[in-house]
């Protein structure tokens, strides 16, 4: 719908400027007409689009709504390029306008997203000329797991999030780096090389002496020895000034537990299909001191308490004073805040110096808010990010059980991710297993296996993908494993319903211009499927998923009354080859939106 919407504001706005010159305009007046752009009809018996601007015009130049709104109607049928493409306008109530798109042009743009593997949607454009190139370079931060640690359920939205909005934005041209920020410098490996060279000393100068299988449990043993042996704690300290010189038995030590943790990462990357570029903290080390030195130059710091600091405006602590943003600490050591600036700058400076990137995105939990708003501030301040450059957070919610409390194992401990994706895959392959037996049907294990991954994997990203991320949200895996409701298994039954089409000798490679429809149900599936272009676009400025969830469940209930309502492979010419036409594209625009929110398909279940 973008293109004929386009269309018809290009009508309207030159209507608009016929109708009310510009020299005759008050500021206000002149104001309501900019902001008059179309809007989607709020009901489908309206039509498709709506004029709302009669009503504010009329208290603004003092004429009835219904007049202004009636010479608007008038102006825009003596526009040819308006008339190609509506019906007549419908003036309703006190001066809206009504405006349905006409048979003619949805049969136009169907048979478009026939032959069209972007179903319409458009390639963002980047304008480029001699004096300057427009970047299309994005960066989305995201995942960011800590080295040594598992990852936990509070993973799990950083990870579908980010490689959801990075699907999206690559599809609409952008150059997408997808970062992994994960933990991987700092005092804590001070105690975890100390302990690594006293347990396994041999793994240092040997490959493959040892394996570090369960890294929670050595990070517990190294907190417990670190927090009771004061001996044990001197010389973890001693050994993170070690690291930072450069010894090279810190160094390997350091080294063996980073790769050990990239491996487990990785298993969870892999079955949640996950594309990242790892790049932790470690990276940054080399650019510190330059911010330091830049960040005093621009007579940015002051000294508090020994230690290097940013004091924002309006950022205070809970006693009401002046909350300072640490930079370098009393011992000279640096923290969260330093890498963080070093990464921003490093992002958006031009290659070689950096990333050249035009767009910065941070996918984390809403609790680091703050600290991201003082970070960004910082960087305004040092002129770090170019006036065409943004620089944002993506903030999300925390996961809850059905208690409506953080979601948590029953002894009280943070759920691995792992555990999380095997019992939702568990209790897909137990659904399975029953809708068999109730349906007589016989399928070998590796279907069962196969279609159980599939189903618990993508439940499971659905569910947290169509909340609105800004949000907490109540995890359930019976909710999420439902085949009724705003689920993945809905989503997935529907494109079944159409392969089981195409079994049944219906031929979804329709490609004739011959197509005709006639039936209520044929016409509102063709105006939910051309509403994709907009919602991506929507998706793209306002980073939230959950609207092209919310827009993929409405186009699989406008699908599924389609297919209940009316007959397709028992229909007669034209109408069955115009059915399958959308059986086809309704197939392709599910299979399209679920892969850019990073979710497998099946075409048997």
């Not at 743009?109 to 454009?125: A, T």
């Not at 010389?235 to 487990?264: I, M, T, Y």
């Not at 600036?341 to 400076?349: D, Q």
Request: include cysteine.
């Amino acid at each position: 719908m973008l293109k004929i919407s386009g269309k018809l504001e290009e009508a309207l706005n030159r209507a608009l400027i016929t109708l009310f010159p510009e020299e005759s305009r008050s500021p206000k007046t002149s104001l309501i007409l900019k902001s008059s752009s179309l809007v989607p009809a709020s009901k489908p018996e309206f039509g498709d689009f709506q004029i709302n601007c009669a009503l504010a015009l009329a208290k603004e130049i003092k004429r009835p709504p219904r007049h202004i709104a009636q010479q608007i109607v008038d102006q825009l049928q003596k526009d040819n390029d308006f008339l190609k493409i509506c019906n007549a306008p419908i003036i309703a109530g006190p001066g809206f306008i009504n405006i349905a798109i006409n048979s003619e042009t949805l049969i136009s743009e169907i048979y478009i997203r026939l032959n069209d593997k972007r179903l319409g949607v458009p390639l963002k454009e980047f304008r480029t000329d001699k004096q300057k190139e427009e970047n299309n370079r994005v960066i989305v931060d995201f995942s960011s797991p800590n080295i040594a640690k598992e990852m936990h359920v509070g993973h799990l939205r950083s990870t579908i999030i980010g490689d959801s909005l990075s699907r999206v934005l690559e599809f609409c041209g952008y150059k997408v780096s997808r970062i992994n920020h994960v933990g991987d410098w700092g005092t804590q490996f001070g105690m975890l090389i100390t302990h690594l060279k006293e347990v396994v000393p041999e793994a240092l100068h040997k490959q493959n002496v040892v394996e570090i299988s369960d890294l929670v449990n050595f990070y517990r043993q190294a907190k417990k020895r670190f927090d009771e042996d004061q001996s044990f704690q001197n010389k973890s300290r001693n050994e993170v000034v070690n690291l930072q010189a450069g010894d090279p038995d810190s160094l390997a030590a350091w080294k063996l537990l980073c790769n050990q943790s990239r491996k487990e990462f990785q298993k969870i990357y892999d079955r949640l299909d996950i594309d990242l570029t790892e790049r932790g903290e470690s990276f940054y080390n080399k650019y510190l001191v330059d911010i330091i030195n830049d960040l005093k130059n621009k007579n940015l710091l002051m000294t508090d308490q020994g230690a290097q600091c940013v004091f924002l405006d309006g950022l205070v602590g809970k006693d009401g004073k002046p909350q300072p943003i640490i930079i370098q600490k009393s011992d000279g050591g640096f923290n969260y805040a330093t890498t963080d600036l070093a990464a921003i700058r490093y992002r958006l400076n031009k290659p070689p110096q950096g990333d050249g990137a035009c767009r910065l995105i941070y996918v984390t939990d809403a609790g680091q808010a703050s600290h991201f708003f003082g970070v960004f501030q910082i960087a305004k301040l040092a002129q770090w990010i170019p006036t065409d450059c943004q620089v944002e957070h993506v903030p999300f919610g925390l996961v809850q059980g059905e208690d409506g409390k953080k979601l948590k194992t029953r002894s009280g401990e943070t759920i691995r991710l792992v555990d999380l994706l095997d019992e939702a895959i568990q209790r897909a392959k137990e659904d399975l297993k029953d809708r068999l037996k109730i349906e007589s049907r016989s399928e070998n294990e590796s279907f069962i296996n196969r279609v159980s991954t599939t189903v618990g994997i993508a439940a499971i990203k659905y569910a947290d993908l169509s909340q609105n991320r800004v949000s907490n949200y109540q995890f359930s895996f019976d909710k999420m494993l439902s085949l009724q409701g705003n689920t993945a298994p809905y989503l997935l039954y529907a494109l079944v319903r159409i392969a089981g089409i195409s079994r049944k000798g219906g031929d979804l490679n329709v490609s004739s211009q011959n197509i005709l429809f006639n039936e209520p149900q044929e016409w509102t599936l063709i105006r939910k499927l051309l509403q994709l272009d907009c919602v991506i676009v929507e998706v793209e400025k306002e980073l939230l998923p959950n609207r092209l969830c919310g827009y993929l469940f409405e186009l699989s209930q406008v699908f599924n009354r389609f297919y209940d309502q009316i007959p397709i492979l028992k229909a007669s010419e034209p109408s069955k080859t115009s059915r399958l036409a959308l059986c086809s594209i309704t197939a392709d625009t599910l299979k399209l939106g679920m892969n850019l929110l990073g979710i497998p398909t099946l075409e048997r279940m």
